[in-house]
């Protein structure tokens, strides 16, 4: 498998695990904060891969991993869809939520996150608000 086939199914996998059901919209925007990410390496990582598996970050991803060959079925060819246009800049960014690097589901915490109190909220599609960190 090469270094793009990867990149695109671990994106894949982040959009599956993290934004299922959520309009295509904000499945797209959840790839971006991705991209974003990489943009702007900080501590999240410098890459695609690095973002993505960065501890913490995107849960559905950690909790995937250990079940990744069982997962990969739920990975939807909508879903490779929005990882290969979010990498190649084909899928433009959700306007309402224009350099997003941080969201969560509303619908699927318990609690709002700390880290949510203290970063600009830019807006919210479907189930899940973006934030960025500045």
């Known amino acids: 498998m090469t270094q793009r086939e990867r990149e695109v199914l671990c994106l894949a996998l982040i959009v599956s695990t993290e934004a299922r059901g959520e309009p295509l919209e904000g499945q797209i925007?959840?790839?971006?904060?991705?991209?974003?990410r990489v943009a702007k390496p900080r501590w999240w990582g410098k890459s695609v891969i690095e973002v993505c598996t960065k501890p913490g970050q995107y849960d559905g991803y950690t909790l995937a991993v250990p079940r990744f060959f069982s997962v990969l079925k739920d990975v939807?060819?909508?879903?490779?869809?929005i990882a290969e246009g979010v990498l190649d800049g084909l899928l433009?960014?959700?306007a309402a939520v224009k350099g997003a690097t941080h969201y969560f589901n509303r619908q699927a915490v318990a609690h709002v996150p700390e880290w949510s109190k203290k970063l600009p909220r830019l807006g919210q599609i479907g189930n899940h608000e973006f934030y960025?960190?500045?």
């Open 92 to 94: 433009a960014e959700p």
């Open 76 to 81: 939807a060819p909508q879903h490779l869809w």
């Open 132 to 134: 960025v960190e500045v």
């Open 29 to 36: 925007a959840v790839a971006w904060t991705v991209r974003n």
